[in-house]
T-cell receptor, first 114, second 114 residues
Framework: DSGVTQTPKHLITATGQRVTLRCSPR?????VYWYQQSLDQGLQFLIQ???????AKGNILERFSAQQFPDLHSELNLSSLELGDSALYFC?????????????FGPGTRLTVL | AQSVSQHNHHVILSEAASLELGCNYS??????LFWYVQYPGQHLQLLLK??????LVKGIKGFEAEFIKSKFSFNLRKPSVQWSDTAEYFC????????????FGKGTMLLVSP
């Protein structure tokens, strides 16, 4: 157990819908990262927040957005869902935002878009 | 932008065989290097990391990796694998002059037969 929690574990929805994935970082960690894991693209970085502010952006679609709340939990919002958005979404956290800080990964949310 | 290449998508070994998984990265500057493991149904866990110093790093569960700067490589090794090593292994890099986000390789699925 890494100490990072993600809910829900599984999510099945239809095309065009909107979903929210939730992540709670390890106690004391200020930085949260979101990654998408799919069969064709592998593990890709989406977005990072540090202490409530967006810190870095990766291959995140405009239909996707995220935020980090004052209690440091984070939510990833996926809208206008397409079949290709089906993937495993991981959240990771680290103490600070500096280069080289070890990231601890949550168990992931498996999203299936039908 | 940086990229990571893992040479083998699937590796099948018998117990007690030696393991070497290849990882090459592409980046013009200095990087931190990581190997993560994902056991079936579980979250990503850090196996080992290299930041600086001795290029031969030892991780958990008997794994080690060697950073060869001239070859841009960070290969993972284990002298004798066990059935419990069956998992997917990911190499990742993190440029030191950028953000702390990770760029992952596509992963290598290792199957160890008893």
């Amino acid at each position: 157990d890494s100490g990072v929690t993600q809910t829900p574990k599984h999510l099945i929805t239809a095309t065009g819908q909107r979903v929210t994935l939730r992540c709670s970082p390890r106690s004391g960690d200020l930085s949260v990262y979101w990654y998408q894991q799919s069969l064709d693209q592998g593990l890709q970085f989406l977005i990072q927040y540090y202490n409530g502010e967006e810190r870095a952006k990766g291959n995140i679609l405009e239909r996707f957005s995220a935020q980090q709340f004052p209690d440091l939990h984070s939510e990833l919002n996926l809208s206008s869902l397409e079949l290709g958005d089906s993937a495993l979404y991981f959240c990771a956290s680290s103490v600070v935002s500096g280069v080289g800080n070890e990231q601890f990964f949550g168990p992931g949310t498996r999203l299936t878009v039908l | 932008a940086q990229s990571v290449s893992q040479h083998n998508h699937h590796v099948i070994l018998s117990e007690a065989a030696s393991l070497e998984l290849g990882c090459n990265y592409s980046y013009g500057g200095t990087v931190n290097l990581f190997w993560y493991v994902q056991y079936p149904g579980q979250h990503l866990q850090l196996l080992l990391k290299y930041f600086s110093g001795d290029p031969l790093v030892k991780g958990i569960k008997g794994f080690e990796a060697e950073f060869i700067k001239s070859k841009f490589s960070f290969n993972l090794r284990k002298p004798s694998v066990q059935w419990s090593d069956t998992a997917e292994y990911f190499c990742a890099v993190n440029p030191r002059d950028g953000y702390s986000t990770l760029t992952f390789g596509k992963g290598t699925m290792l199957l160890v037969s008893p």
